[in-house]
């Protein structure tokens, strides 16, 4: 009995090899897992699940890569991140001409790539399938991360490179569920996505755009086809506008672009061509970032419209449309896409699990907060909402409160908020109304008494001992659910000076962690408490 069990090994559920593998010494897993059939398993999942390979021009990355052709490692690998570095380090430059190559009028030879980076890459010179032999692998981010100086190498890299990174999306086409391309506006606009490029069982797209240089158009006419292409499909959709330079040198004529691919994606359905395929489209998530103040207002028309048409399985919404300017002035009167999101859009999401919204400017909503309480407060999902991120617009605390108190949020579980000035009496109302309340997030401009009447002053710099007092004369007990709380304490809302640090005197996790002994991890923060002034 006792050889039949050697035999077939120690059969144990994976969570518990995750446990054991955690204890082994770095390094001595190899005298194990040489013996431990489950235990090698557990190791190269933790190891290899998810590779990373960035600057490929590098040898170490280099026999990394072709380390990855073992079948043990292959079948184990289930993301691949693969970052893209400056593009001149792939490239081999010719040496510089001498007085005699000039005197007789000799050609200078071309840029070619360097020579390890493309024996690398010798498998994808050609159309290939990597599916049968990365079987696992279902996510895929494709990253540009480089310095300015990198653009004027673009043309060059990419008519060297392009073949290889068609080859390799088409090679890793038939498993992959999750795509993510943040890359700059010009890979799409000179044809990166092949238009046969098709992945059968892709779920979730999350694409960036943004331009690294100023020259070119911005025409990405494949990109539009490349999303309706994948209807039947797709239930997760990310659309973001990233600036790819590090300032703004560049003119931010993406966002141009970045509207008319939104706005091609929503009026497809009213185009013959398009609405058969795009019908399919059941979005379960939706992202949007953008920066509006570059936006007309009848490019952005159209959003509101097309998230209404996915509010039967719409779970995640994420809108980041604000206006970074700092002296913005502009109200939500101004923005009638964005008050027809809150009035009519947002509410009708009967599936909505997760809402994650930034408007306009910080302050947008605490002159008015009405239109913003009025959404969450007449929308179907508030019963079952788990998430609700407010951490961009500033509110009112007593705002804060009547949300809480006059909705059920009986599922909510994570929370974060902004407010103007913060008493102890938001974590009396938080604690007695959301008593599933896991995680949550408050950032403040100031903290004050719990009764300022009473003679508090107001510390809108330094917490205040009286702000203190009130927490530890507290105690939360009886909210168990809570485990996590971070508290932040920003005093300005923009970088105005490079001086400012953080207050030295704001609360400590030791002060506090009686106030809540169910939380496990703490985040307290200050910034901008002093400055620099000429």
Not at 204 to 217: C, P, T, V
Not at 511 to 523: A, N
Request: proline share 6%; net charge neutral; with cysteine.
């Amino acid at each position: 009995m006792a050889n039949s069990n050697l035999e077939k090994g120690l059969e144990l559920p994976d969570e518990i090899w995750m446990r054991i593998v955690q204890h082994i010494p770095s390094g001595r897993e190899g005298q194990l897992y040489g013996v431990n059939r489950s235990l090698f398993y557990i190791v190269m999942a933790t190891r290899y699940g998810r590779v990373q390979i960035s600057s490929l021009f590098k040898p170490r990355v280099q026999r990394m890569v072709c380390g990855l052709r073992s079948p043990y490692v292959a079948n184990s690998i289930k993301e691949i991140e693969f970052t893209l570095g400056e593009f001149q380090k792939y490239l081999k430059f010719p040496k510089s001409q001498s007085k005699l190559d000039r005197l007789f009028n000799r050609p200078i030879p071309p840029i070619e790539p360097v020579l390890s980076v493309r024996v690398t890459l010798e498998p994808l010179s050609t159309e290939v399938d990597f599916s049968s032999q990365f079987p696992s692998l279902h996510t895929v981010y494709l990253l540009y991360r480089a310095d300015c100086f990198s653009a004027q190498h673009y043309s060059t890299f990419l008519t060297i490179y392009k073949p290889y990174l068609q080859n390799g999306l088409k090679s890793i086409a038939k498993n992959l569920r999750s795509l993510t391309f943040d890359i700059p506006l010009e890979f799409y606009r000179d044809g990166i996505l092949k238009k046969t490029l098709f992945f059968p069982f892709l779920e979730a797209l999350d694409m960036s755009f943004g331009k690294i240089s100023r020259k070119g158009n911005v025409d990405g006419s494949d990109v539009a086809p490349f999303i309706i292409r994948h209807s039947n499909t797709l239930t997760k959709l990310a659309l973001r506008f990233r600036d790819h330079t590090p300032s703004f040198w560049a003119q931010l004529d993406g966002v141009e672009y970045f509207v008319s691919l939104l706005g091609s994606l929503c009026g497809a359905s009213q185009n013959s061509d398009l609405s058969s395929s795009l019908h399919a489209l059941s979005l379960s998530e939706l992202t949007v970032h953008l920066p509006i103040h570059y936006v007309r207002q009848r490019e952005l028309s159209a959003l509101p419209n097309f998230i209404k048409r996915h509010a039967r399985t719409m779970k995640i919404l994420d809108l980041l449309l604000h206006d970074p300017r700092v002296n913005g002035s502009a109200t939500l009167a101004d923005h009638p896409p964005i008050s027809l999101l809150l009035s009519d859009s947002i509410p009708s999401l009967s599936a909505l699990k997760a809402l994650h919204i930034h408007f306009l400017y910080e302050e947008t909503f605490l002159r008015d907060p009405e239109p913003l309480l009025a959404c969450i407060s007449t929308a179907a999902w508030v019963e079952s909402l788990v998430t609700l991120d407010l951490d961009f617009n500033r509110l009112e605390q007593a705002d804060v409160v009547q949300l809480v108190s006059q909705n059920n949020f009986s599922s909510l579980q994570s929370l974060k908020i902004k407010v103007k000035t913060l008493t102890t009496a938001l974590f009396d109302t938080l604690a007695h109304h959301l008593p599933l309340l896991q995680s949550l997030k408050i950032t403040t401009k100031s903290v004050q008494a719990k009764y300022p009447d009473q003679g508090a002053p107001d510390t809108s710099i330094l917490p205040s001992s009286l702000f203190l007092a009130d927490l530890q004369a507290s105690c939360y007990s009886h909210w168990k659910s809570l485990s996590s709380l971070a508290l932040h304490l920003i005093h300005r809302s923009h970088w105005d000076s490079w001086y400012s640090v953080g207050d030295p005197n704001w609360l400590t996790e030791s002060q506090v962690r009686g106030v809540f002994p169910t939380v496990i991890t703490f985040d307290l923060y200050s910034w901008g408490s002093y400055e620099w002034s000429d």
